[in-house]
């Protein structure tokens, strides 16, 4: 489907990004005053967090290119069945804060962790495990974001009509800046405006699309005429089968407390009214966005039949159906989500590789001190960013495919090791590590050598890992 640039979308789209840039440096540089370290202050925000704040920064973190692009791409092609398969994720803010929070933030302070690996460090008395759980952080949370990479520059590519590679490279800059100088105060800042932009955006163009496609009646009679699978659970195609609906649940529902960037913002929150907040109003607006995004897809396909390129379903119809200056906003929300899903990464990538790996070193400690270190920290950020950029340049086919294979990759190191470290006090160290490598391999064998479609891969192995976990645990404590 080809449309014409139209410029004025563009120089209202730069506006608003150049604001949303700005405006957390501008405040960054006034507000001087902070209680903890540069570490503190930049990777955990001073843990004191507003609910709203809180509330909408976990929607707008977990929302990436998946939720805007590849998730709407999925449910223009599969139909009701993703949407159903979907909305499983309105919980997730709500079980995260649960499980996680009060636990996780109070253990961590006790030991003042910056990072997840420190806090399994700790709980473990092990490096095997810090070592273990920094080297997948950084591995599937830069696949991860490879992906949002991808959606960045195709949704550039889609309304700027330049080519993907240059897409990429005005990615990366625009992501230096929003995220490499800024630290968590920043980006929190940042995360909060681009959230509103996804809430407001989702409605106003679902709203749009129904219109445009005549009503809801006349847009279901066009998807019966394509293919009458697309208003059924299990997909156009019959591939929502309820085993792998329910398993994919797992993926994005209870898995996703192992995910390491949602993990890290239950423990940011100022007090117990603010965890309630965050709480209550992050299920209302996930649910606002899950829904209405995925909602948005498959309306898409009674109104815009003739799509191809399914990452790019939301920016076309977008470009279809709005006025220029509403385009330019509701554009601005699949890079929004791009952006604060990156925030997050990122600092975590950062804080494993900086905090956790180079910092460990004697040499690094006693070199780089005082000043010296926000530097070396700015300057670690750039090259990784520089890395992920060349490793972004050939897309996937899908972007929801890398989302989700880093997704259960996280889960897989993850899930059993932070959930048992804090819930189980007969967990200990050679069970974490069984776990970890147990989890990992199985994964990764199971999603791409000895393929299994029928349920999603994670969900075997977590309970390889779990049963490793716990069977080695008690063992060994037998034997103590």
């Not at 890290?264 to 649910?287: A, E």
Request: hydrophobic share 55%.
């Amino acid at each position: 489907m080809k449309y014409d640039v139209d410029y004025k979308i563009i120089m209202l789209f730069g506006v608003i990004f150049f604001s949303i840039i700005l405006l957390p440096l501008v405040l960054n540089r006034a507000a001087k005053n902070h209680h903890g370290g540069f570490f503190e202050k930049y990777y955990l925000a001073d843990r004191s967090v507003s609910g709203i704040v809180l509330a909408i920064t976990l929607m707008s973190t977990y929302g990436s290119a998946s939720t805007f692009l590849g998730g709407p791409g999925v449910a223009y092609k599969l139909g009701y069945g993703w949407v159903l398969l979907a909305v499983i994720q309105v919980v997730t803010g709500y079980f995260v804060l649960l499980v996680l929070a009060k636990k996780f933030k109070a253990a961590a302070q006790k030991i003042n962790a910056i990072t997840i690996s420190e806090y399994l460090k700790n709980r473990y008395k092990s490096k095997v495990v810090a070592y273990l759980s920094t080297l997948a952080m950084i591995v599937f949370l830069i696949a991860a974001m490879s992906a949002q990479w991808v959606g960045g520059a195709k949704l550039l590519a889609a309304f700027m009509g330049i080519n993907y590679k240059t897409g990429i490279v005005i990615i990366s800059i625009i992501i230096i800046f929003c995220v490499v100088f800024g630290g968590l105060k920043n980006i929190l800042i940042t995360d909060m405006i681009q959230g509103l932009i996804m809430i407001f955006s989702t409605i106003i163009l679902l709203y749009s699309v129904i219109s445009y496609g005549g009503g809801i009646e006349n847009i279901t009679n066009n998807l019966l005429n394509i293919n009458e699978k697309i208003l059924t659970p299990f997909g156009a195609n019959g591939s929502l089968t309820p085993s792998y609906v329910s398993s994919f649940w797992v993926l994005v529902g209870v898995g996703v407390i192992g995910i390491p960037q949602i993990a890290i913002n239950s423990m940011l929150y100022k007090n117990k009214r603010s965890l309630k907040q965050s709480i209550i109003i992050g299920s209302i607006v996930i649910f606002i966005v899950m829904f209405g995004v995925h909602l948005i897809g498959v309306m898409a396909r009674g109104v815009f039949p003739d799509i191809k390129d399914y990452d790019s379903v939301i920016p076309i119809i977008t470009l279809k159906v709005l006025p220029w200056y509403l385009a330019a906003l509701v554009l601005a929300a699949p890079m929004a989500a791009i952006i604060t899903t990156v925030n997050a990464q990122f600092l975590l990538i950062s804080s494993a590789l900086i905090k956790d790996v180079l910092f460990s070193t004697k040499v690094i400690k006693e070199k780089i001190v005082g000043r010296k270190i926000p530097i070396f920290v700015y300057s670690i950020n750039i090259l990784v960013i520089i890395l992920i950029m060349f490793i972004s340049m050939r897309p996937p086919s899908l972007i929801v495919n890398v989302n989700l294979f880093a997704f259960g990759g996280l889960e897989s190191t993850f899930l059993w090791p932070i959930l048992l470290g804090l819930y189980w006090k007969g967990a200990e160290k050679y069970g974490a590590i069984s776990s970890i490598l147990v989890g990992l391999t199985s994964y990764i064998v199971f999603k791409n050598i000895y393929v299994i479609k029928v349920i999603e891969p994670v969900v075997i192995s977590l309970m390889l890992s779990l049963i490793v976990f716990v069977f080695v645990s008690s063992i060994k404590r037998k034997k103590i």
